[in-house]
């Protein structure tokens, strides 16, 4: 049975793509060169590529024999991308519920509370 594909990005695409938003393009020898450990073979690295641009996040182009890859979404589209996944399959749409749970869970320091009141504040006047 095949296995279902991600909407977000899985470990080994992450890996990849920090790569090449760091680099901006790279060849697949480029990628492998740059991942450091643990290794990946180049043909795992072009697989992983070629997914990746079906997916739409990554773009290539030829130059001469190879071929050269550069991402098509940013990391703050990306992240946004798994939010909106996290919040529609495991927080019924709510991003509030979310937002809850994480300061239910996490200490927050003195900065990140006036932030947040300062945030708060903003979205009362906004209203």
């Known amino acids: 049975m ?3 594909k991600s909407p977000t990005l899985t470990e ?3 890996r990849l793509m920090d790569v090449l938003w760091r680099k901006q393009n790279a060849t697949v ?3 492998v060169e740059a ?3 643990p290794p990946l073979a180049y043909n795992t690295v072009l697989t992983t ?3 990746l641009e079906t997916k739409g996040y990554v ?3 030829a130059v ?4 050269v890859y550069a ?3 940013d990391r703050d589209e990306a992240r946004s991308s798994v939010i909106d996944y996290v919040v529609s399959r495991f927080f019924d749409n709510s991003p509030r519920a979310l937002m809850l749970k994480l300061l239910d869970t996490e200490e927050i320091s003195d900065t990140e509370a006036r932030r947040l009141r300062a945030l708060l504040k903003k979205d009362e006047r906004t209203q």
């Open 71 to 73: 991402p098509k979404v």
């Open 2 to 4: 095949a296995r279902k």
């Open 59 to 61: 773009k290539h182009s």
């Open 49 to 51: 590529l070629r997914i």
């Open 64 to 67: 001469g024999r190879a071929f």
């Open 35 to 37: 991942l450091g450990d």
């Open 29 to 31: 020898s480029d990628v």
């Open 12 to 14: 080994a695409e992450l």
